[in-house]
């Protein structure tokens, strides 16, 4: 069900939450270079929906139309990387989601709080970010997901929103199943900007800037851990804004509850570093090296007041993830004007011309959709 709130029941709805932007009292600093934030779609996560197009199961319809995009980051914090973005993304005045690892989180618990102080969304990518998740047992795998979540909520201080996307968009039915059982969200990519290849910021946009036309919007992955994303990223905002591309901003309408025994142990190991108690400490009572941050404080989100958002709130059903066939780079096609899609997932799938094309666009690049080839860290 979708349905179009007013800006009075959006502040009380983003007021329960905990999870929204926050607007702020001076309006956006350079409203004629601003991309801003076009629309929120707020998404019940309860019955595990799917979302994005690199898939091989059965995904929610796509909530995007032609020419809007989502901002996503991966793999995070890393505060090196992580300040230049949101500096960029708080000139252009928009806002992003960010997937982080729980390990990450921990060791820059100050990113996290910040990111979220900026007014982006929360969700998590895992403990330690294992390169195919589907690749391990299932308790192994749950439990990458759940301290995932734990960690991330630690760290930030706060509930974060029910949001998770595979390793490697690795998924699973049996993981899928139980993301829907926890009231979690899944989301893969339509645009992937391939950064974790990519060194040269003008090659990373220019690449982007391509698959982000040739698929008339959808969700774009970056990672905040790369240099050539920190750089490029200024490029790609000004490019997305000349073209006529509009900002989605995804927010949950829940907040996510992490498994109380994870939460206390977290709890317990952080105590025990604090004083000195854990293997690394040299001498008893000595503290571990601290890990600091490096950025500013925290600076004021600034979506424009004058000009709210429209929101839209989606809340699908529960159902069966059912294999769809196909490959993860053949699942999501491109959108065309009128906003369908090009193709049905099962006619993509038997495209053998029109797959072998977007199979070449890669060749200039190492394979992304290719696990074999993902180095540590990678997505």
């Known amino acids: 069900m979708i349905r179009r709130l007013s800006l009075t029941v959006t502040m009380l709805l983003a007021g329960?939450?905990?999870?929204?932007?926050?607007?702020?009292?001076?309006?956006?600093?350079?409203?004629?270079?601003?991309l801003g934030v076009s629309r929120i779609v707020e998404i019940d996560a309860k019955a595990g929906p799917l979302y994005g197009g690199f898939t091989k199961y059965e995904k929610e319809p796509r909530f995007l139309g032609p020419k809007e995009v989502v901002l996503t980051f991966d793999d995070g914090p890393l505060p090196k990387y992580t300040k230049p973005i949101l500096d960029a993304l708080d000139r252009f005045c928009t806002k992003a989601t960010f997937f982080y690892v729980g390990q990450m989180a921990q060791a820059y618990p100050d990113m996290v709080k910040e990111v979220m102080g900026r007014g982006h969304t929360m969700g998590t990518?895992?403990?330690?970010?294992?390169?195919?998740?589907?690749?391990?047992t299932l308790a192994k795998a749950e439990d990458q997901i759940e301290r995932g979540f734990a960690a991330v909520a630690?760290?930030?201080?706060?509930?974060?929103?029910?949001?998770?996307?595979?390793?490697g968009l690795s998924d699973s039915g049996?993981?899928?199943?139980?993301?829907?059982?926890?009231?979690?969200?899944?989301?893969?990519?339509?645009?992937?900007?391939?950064?974790?290849?990519?060194?040269?910021?003008?090659?990373?946009?220019?690449?982007?800037i391509e698959q982000v036309e040739h698929r008339n919007g959808g969700i774009i992955l970056f990672h905040d851990i790369k240099a050539s994303t920190a750089a490029a990223l200024p490029t790609i905002l000004n490019e997305l804004k000349k073209r006529g591309f509009k900002v989605v901003h995804m927010r949950s309408k829940n907040v996510?509850?992490?498994?109380?025994?994870?939460t206390a142990e977290l709890e317990?190991?952080?105590?025990?570093?604090?004083?000195?108690?854990?293997?690394?400490?040299?001498?008893?009572?000595?503290?571990?090296k601290?890990?600091?941050?490096?950025?500013a404080p925290i600076a004021t989100a600034n979506l424009e007041t004058e000009a709210a958002p429209e929101v839209t709130v989606l809340e699908p059903e529960a159902r069966e993830r059912v294999h769809a066939?196909?490959?993860?780079?053949?699942?999501s096609t491109p959108v065309t004007a009128d906003g369908e899609a090009a193709a049905t997932g099962a006619a993509v799938g038997a495209a053998g011309p029109a797959r072998k094309k977007a199979r070449h666009r890669h060749t200039r690049e190492k394979d992304p959709f290719s696990l074999t080839d993902i180095i540590g860290g990678s997505w």
Do not use: M
């Not at 990518?125 to 391990?136: E, G, I, K, M, V």
């Open 16 to 34: 329960a939450a905990g999870l929204s932007p926050v607007l702020a009292d001076e309006p956006c600093a350079n409203p004629k270079g601003a």
């Open 154 to 167: 630690l760290a930030a201080g706060q509930p974060i929103a029910p949001f998770f996307r595979f390793p």
């Open 125 to 136: 990518h895992t403990w330690s970010h294992p390169l195919n998740l589907r690749a391990l």
């Open 256 to 262: 996510f509850e992490p498994l109380p025994a994870l």
């Open 325 to 331: 066939g196909g490959t993860h780079a053949t699942a």
């Open 268 to 288: 317990a190991r952080q105590t025990a570093k604090a004083t000195g108690k854990t293997a690394n400490a040299k001498t008893p009572g000595e503290n571990p």
């Open 290 to 295: 601290k890990l600091v941050p490096f950025y």
């Open 174 to 208: 049996p993981l899928l199943a139980h993301l829907q059982e926890r009231g979690i969200a899944a989301f893969t990519v339509d645009v992937v900007s391939n950064d974790s290849y990519i060194a040269s910021p003008q090659r990373l946009a220019a690449r982007t």
